[in-house]
């Protein structure tokens, strides 16, 4: 496979270009990770999976794979419906780059990350720092021996946990940065306690209407402290159960369930909710709100949703 080389360094240019990739250490990280190596197949937009291994298939897939899109990997059925939503994906790189330089990282840092999937983003901090250096944990025990087995093969042992994230990893040793790739509502309080003093935390905080990067700094063993940037993440959320995409598991009836004493109309214009500051404020004013399309106000139909890195 010699073909990848020109067209992840042409995906290095345009991130370059487009001031998203400003180190040139995690430029060469960009340049020097094969992503097909943690992507061999995908879902395409209409759900089919491209598969690198089909040799009609081997052009588009690579295409895809050095194109700054997001990949849907793992895709699992809600209960109670045939609707099938993504459960892992590879997060698209230009997001991926933000969210690295904005980890401010040092050379000896130890990086914990939340939310293995491809293992590509562990991968990209191999490069950068010490592979022994790098923990990353995920929910799904599959993907992590996937993500294993990938790393292994460019050589990176880090340390990889299938488990829960928000419990983070525990341990003697405190993390100097965690980055997360799965959505949190609120940053989970084992985060901060592991975080190493002056250590950074970036993470994606979303409701169920907007999200925003967040950079934060420990200030004490409770606390830490930052801003929201103007950037969503859209990242899928850190979820409760292994194999069920819904964000406290259940079932789509639970999702779906309103409670009718709380509703009431008004004359607000849907399209108002296009605005991302309005959808901003309005989720952290009322960090449960949600944004459901009725037909017919007794059958819900769609749970506004979309695809997620
Ligand atoms: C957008 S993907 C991560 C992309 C990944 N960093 C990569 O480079 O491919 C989000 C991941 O978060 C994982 N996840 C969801 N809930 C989790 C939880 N409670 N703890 C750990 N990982 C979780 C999912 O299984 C999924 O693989």
Redesign the pocket.
């Known amino acids: 496979m010699t073909d990848w080389r020109a067209r992840a360094r042409r995906l290095v240019d345009d991130l370059t270009d487009q001031g998203l990739l400003a180190d040139p250490r995690w430029r060469s990280a960009f340049e020097a990770v094969p992503r097909h190596v ?1 992507v061999p197949r995908y879902h395409g937009e209409d759900g089919l999976p491209v598969d690198g291994a089909n040799p009609e298939q081997r052009d588009a897939w690579l295409d895809a794979v050095y194109a700054d899109s997001t990949l849907v ?2 895709v699992a059925p809600v209960p109670g419906t045939d609707l099938l939503w993504s ?5 698209m790189p230009s997001l ?1 780059a933000r969210m690295l330089e904005l980890l401010d990282v040092s050379d000896n840092d130890r990086v914990l ?10 991968a990209l901090l191999c490069h950068r720092l010490t592979d022994t250096h790098i923990a990353s ?4 025990p599959t ?1 992590i021996a996937d993500a294993q087995e990938r790393l292994a093969t460019l050589g990176y042992r880090p340390h990889l946990v299938a ?4 419990a983070g990893i525990p341990g003697t040793t405190r993390h100097d940065r965690i980055i997360a ?2 959505a949190v509502p609120a940053i989970p309080p084992a985060w901060i306690t592991q975080l190493a003093p002056d250590g950074l935390i970036v993470a994606d905080v979303r409701g169920e209407i907007a999200s925003s990067l967040v950079v934060l700094r420990r200030t004490n063993r409770q606390t830490v402290r930052g801003r929201f940037l103007a950037h969503p993440g859209h ?6 159960e292994v194999g069920n995409p819904l964000r406290d598991g259940g079932t789509y009836e639970t999702v779906l369930s309103l409670d009718h004493s709380r509703q009431r109309t008004t004359d607000l214009d849907p399209a108002s909710l296009d605005d991302p500051n309005l959808r901003f404020v309005l989720q952290l004013l009322a960090p449960d709100i949600r944004s459901i399309w009725l037909d017919d106000p007794s059958t819900a139909v769609d749970i506004e949703g979309g695809r ?2």
């Not at 944990?137 to 799904?140: G, M």
């Not at 488990?163 to 928000?166: C, F, R």
Request: net charge negative; proline share 3%; glycine share 14%.
């Open positions: 943690f990997t793992q459960t892992s994906s590879s997060t991926m990350e939340i939310g293995t999937g491809s293992g590509y983003n562990a944990i995920d929910l799904d993907l488990g829960d994230g928000a790739t799965c990242f899928m959320w850190l979820r409760a997620e890195p």
